[in-house]
């Protein structure tokens, strides 16, 4: 897969893992670059799905979350399963708050993840 | 501005360009953590800072370079208080759409509006919807 700045990815089993290069992911340039390297990756993607994980993230503002809600909406017209994992206790409220955690599926650790796919 | 670990103030106008809100945001986790704030209520702080600036400076003042955010922040022991002005033209926020709505749920907007209620005590508008003031509690002091 090609070179990103804002992830990381790597192909285990059926999923591409997606992991995150910031800690904070706060800044608008980065979270404008963050939506488009997420959206490419449902033409580069022949797994069954992708997972985001979120270990060392500790921080996730309303503007990120609204580039996964559009990856969501995305790979579902693509055909791909999305999952969310290892969200900390405070990021993980962020989607309960917002009742987000009806529209994705986030579970607790990464291989939990995979095999939901 | 004056610094202590009991109480420290801020009172400044920032300009309208997102690295202010990351320095500010940085300066007033640093604060929290020097005045001993737990994970969850810093953490509840940061997002209702980082969305009531940012709100100010993207929507308030559509980050005009001829505008700026008026912002007074307070840490006193275990309260925290602050003050986000911009110089737009207000909004109303009980218009704001519920994001939790399931019709909703894919849209952009409202997200931050309700996070910020969602993680401080007590936010109040003012009349013509330019100005916001937060208030917390430390929810571990004296635990």
């Not at chain 2, 109303?92 to 399931?102: A, L």
Request: with cysteine.
């Amino acid at each position: 897969m090609s070179e990103f700045e804002c992830i990381a990815t790597e192909i285990l089993e059926k999923a591409t893992i997606v992991k995150f290069v910031d800690q904070r992911i706060t800044d608008p340039a980065r979270i404008e670059s963050l939506g488009r390297e997420l959206l490419s990756l449902l033409d580069a993607t022949s797994e069954t799905g992708i997972v985001l994980n979120f270990d060392g993230v500790s921080f996730f503002s309303s503007a990120a979350i609204n580039k996964l809600i559009k990856l969501e909406s995305e790979s579902k017209k693509n055909g791909l399963q999305l999952r969310l994992s290892n969200l900390r206790p405070e990021v993980r409220d962020l989607f309960s708050y917002t009742n987000l955690d009806s529209l994705f599926q986030i579970k607790d650790d990464q291989i939990d993840a995979i095999e939901s796919l | 501005m004056e610094s202590t670990t009991q109480h420290w103030r801020y009172d400044d106008h920032i300009p309208s360009e997102p690295d202010c809100c990351a320095t500010i945001v940085g300066m007033v986790l640093e604060q929290l953590e020097k005045n001993g704030w737990g994970n969850k209520d810093t953490f509840g702080i940061h997002m209702a800072m980082e969305e009531a600036v940012m709100n100010a400076i993207d929507h308030g003042n559509n980050r005009s370079p001829d505008k700026t955010v008026h912002l007074v922040i307070e840490i006193c022991g275990d309260r925290f208080y602050s003050k986000i002005t911009d110089q737009g033209d207000g909004f109303d926020p009980s218009k704001v759409p519920d994001p939790t709505d399931e019709e909703n749920l894919e849209k952009d907007c409202g997200r931050g509006v309700m996070l910020i209620r969602n993680f401080v005590d007590v936010v109040l508008y003012n009349d013509k919807g330019n100005s916001l003031e937060l208030t917390k509690k430390n929810s571990e002091a004296n635990a």
